[in-house]
């Protein structure tokens, strides 16, 4: 590779490789070499940068062949998740789980429990792709298969992509410097029309709309999350969206799971909220550390899901009244007719 | 005797990583213990000790403190020898962002956190881009978005590192990182060895305890900055 690469001239690395700039953003003098060529660059670096940069010549020049081989295995397309199969263990008692589930992209599975009986330790497995290796004795299987293990430490395979109610955006970027920074980082090319589109899908989930220049600091609680799953769908380079509950407010859930299970992610959700929990195909309980059983979704539960829906939404207009200063001593008759 | 050197930022989540970490590794029943340096006063050695931890501090005072950790690295595997351990985790603060305890043919770990903003993995110095294992915090309380960047960026600074995220809080990750930290390569002295990278020379008049400002004062290891 440094064969091919050092007698290049710096100008046209960054041509071939645009990515390949961010190895040398931070070091001096590009303006006046990029004529000249990756070796002579390299050659002329002086010892004073070394010391600077805090690493010796040649180790240097092996991170930079080392940046460069990562980064094109980046681009590569990676093996596309179609499924993942949990073979039970056993519980903290160490009675056998007896349970083979799998899971197709696109599909929701609701895990249920108490706080304690094993629910993360159940996403850690398949975070960690257990092997019988983990304290539940757990296997998981990708595809149907024994996974490729690099899955376990590599940035870029990185099966989870975690959604909590805790998150908050930190950095001091507008919405779209901040969903173009992460479709970068994905190396995609068409980034301005995947960051408006990005933009757009948020904003149909949000209640209130919000402007690609409001800094990602000050959208309200359901904006941020609405763009956290908007993003996350189009750009997580995860195949396994984990949610822990999606607050009740400012954000369209239904849509929101909707738009996840479109882009083919398998969406696991940690809640006790009744309507999502029916959203899903499947519900996991977890007891004792173990999985005790699953129990699918049935007609007559998704037949309860509309009368559910309803209840939602006179609840949300009585706390609407509540906010916007009004009285809520007189429920409104529509709601006393569903129950 | 296993040996690995772990650095980061101040307030990183070193101490409650490692306590997590070596927490899974005593549950398999090895010794681990951990020397910490900093510069002035820590409470971590009572933190250790309270999970049944052999811990010792070490305060470099107005010394950097990476410095003072080249000076006593092998007394304290003669310490950790003498305890019977298995296992010793030296944990260091990198203050300057430039020096760095990694030693070669050791395990070297850098532990950094989301917070810190996604542009610091580009500035941190060798303690990140000589590391063998990047384990990167608090990812509980940023977005999936920053968390991506974040890794990446992270993977771009030091591409061959193997880069896990754990939660110093709950604990998520840990175990995973302990049965890296079990593949520690063993050393039973380090006479010999080589630090990854050289620190900086800091052998100017204010290293040694020089306090006045001015020209006169100035003398030995000085640079100056361009400011034209
Ligand atoms: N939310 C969150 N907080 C964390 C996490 N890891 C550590 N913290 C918190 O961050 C703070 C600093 O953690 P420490 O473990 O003391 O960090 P340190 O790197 O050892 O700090 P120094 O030794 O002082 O340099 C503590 O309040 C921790 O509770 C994490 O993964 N998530
Ligand atoms: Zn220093
Ligand atoms: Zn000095």
């Known amino acids: 590779m440094w064969d091919s690469l050092s007698v290049m001239t710096i100008k046209q690395l960054f041509s071939s490789y645009p990515y390949a700039a961010d190895f040398f953003s931070s070091l001096p003098n590009l303006e006046q070499s990029e004529e000249s060529s990756v070796g002579a ?27 460069m081989l990562q980064m094109e295995k ?6 596309k998740i179609e499924s993942i199969t949990i073979i039970g263990g056993k519980d903290k008692q ?51 298969q024994l996974p490729d293990m690099r899955c376990r430490f590599s940035v870029e395979h990185k099966l989870v992509a975690q959604l909590s109610q805790n998150m908050n955006f930190i950095m001091d970027l507008s919405v779209e410097e901040f969903v173009s920074m992460h479709a970068e980082s994905r190396m995609l090319e068409n980034i301005e029309e995947v960051t408006s589109h990005i933009i757009a899908k948020a904003n149909e989930l949000a209640g209130e709309q919000f402007n690609p220049d409001t800094p990602v600091t000050s959208l309200s609680g359901g904006q941020s999350r609405a763009l956290m799953i908007a993003d996350t769908a189009y750009l997580s380079s995860s195949p396994i969206v984990l949610i822990d509950e999606i607050e ?12 996840l299970i479109d882009k083919q992610k398998i969406v696991l959700m940690a809640t006790h909220d009744p309507i999502l929990a029916l959203m899903g195909d499947k519900r996991i309980v977890i007891k004792n550390g173990g999985i005790s059983k699953v129990i699918l979704t049935s007609e007559k539960e998704r037949g309860n899901l509309i009368l559910l829906t309803a209840i939602d939404r006179k609840m949300l207009a009585i706390r609407e009244v509540l906010r916007s200063g009004g009285h809520i001593d007189e429920i409104p008759m529509a709601l006393e007719e569903i129950i | 005797m296993q040996l690995i050197t772990v650095a980061g930022p101040p307030s990183a989540g070193k101490t409650s990583v490692m306590l997590k970490i070596i927490e899974t590794l005593q549950e398999e029943t090895l010794r681990v213990g951990v020397i ?30 990476d410095h003072f950790f080249v000076s006593n690295v092998q007394d304290c595997l003669l310490w950790s020898q003498k305890n019977n351990l298995d296992m010793l985790i030296t944990e260091s603060a990198g203050l300057c962002n430039r020096c760095s305890p990694h030693i070669r043919d050791v395990m070297a770990v850098c532990v950094i956190d989301n ?3 996604v542009n610091t993995p580009r500035k941190v110095g060798p303690m990140l881009k000589l590391a063998d294992i990047v384990i990167i915090t608090k990812g509980d309380i940023v977005s999936q978005a920053e968390r991506e960047v974040f890794a990446f960026r992270v993977k ?10 754990v939660n110093g809080i709950t604990g998520q990750g840990a175990r995973e990182v302990g049965q890296l930290f079990k593949g520690a ?44």
């Not at chain 1, 010549?57 to 991170?63: A, D, M």
């Not at chain 1, 009740?248 to 738009?259: C, K, M, S, T, V």
């Open chain 1, 41 to 67: 660059y390299f050659a002329a670096i002086e010892e004073d940068t070394l010391q600077d940069l805090g690493i010796g010549r040649q180790e240097f020049l092996e991170q930079f062949l080392s940046f």
């Open chain 1, 74 to 79: 980046l681009k590569e397309d990676k093996v």
């Open chain 1, 94 to 144: 160490g009675k056998a789980e007896d349970i083979e589930l799998t899971i197709h992209a696109g599909e929701i599975v609701c895990i249920v429990g108490p706080t304690g009986s094993g629910k993360s330790r159940l996403l850690a497995d398949i975070e960690w792709v257990a092997q019988q290796d983990t304290p539940t004795n757990r296997k998981i299987l990708i595809n149907g």
């Open chain 1, 248 to 259: 009740n407010a400012g954000i369209d859930r239904q849509n929101a799971l909707r738009l």
């Open chain 2, 36 to 65: 910490k340096f900093d510069c002035l006063s820590t409470q971590d050695q009572i933190l250790y000790q309270k999970k049944g931890i052999e811990a010792k501090i070490g305060l470099s005072g107005n010394l950097c403190p």
């Open chain 2, 115 to 117: 917070l810190s903003g």
């Open chain 2, 156 to 165: 771009q600074a030091n591409p061959s590192a193997i880069i896990v995220h």
């Open chain 2, 185 to 228: 390569q063993s050393v039973d002295s380090l006479t010999d060895y080589h630090l990854r990278f050289s620190m900086p020379a800091a052998t100017c008049s204010y290293c040694l305890g020089q306090t006045r400002i001015g020209q006169n004062f100035q003398m030995g290891n000085v640079r100056k900055m361009d400011l034209s």
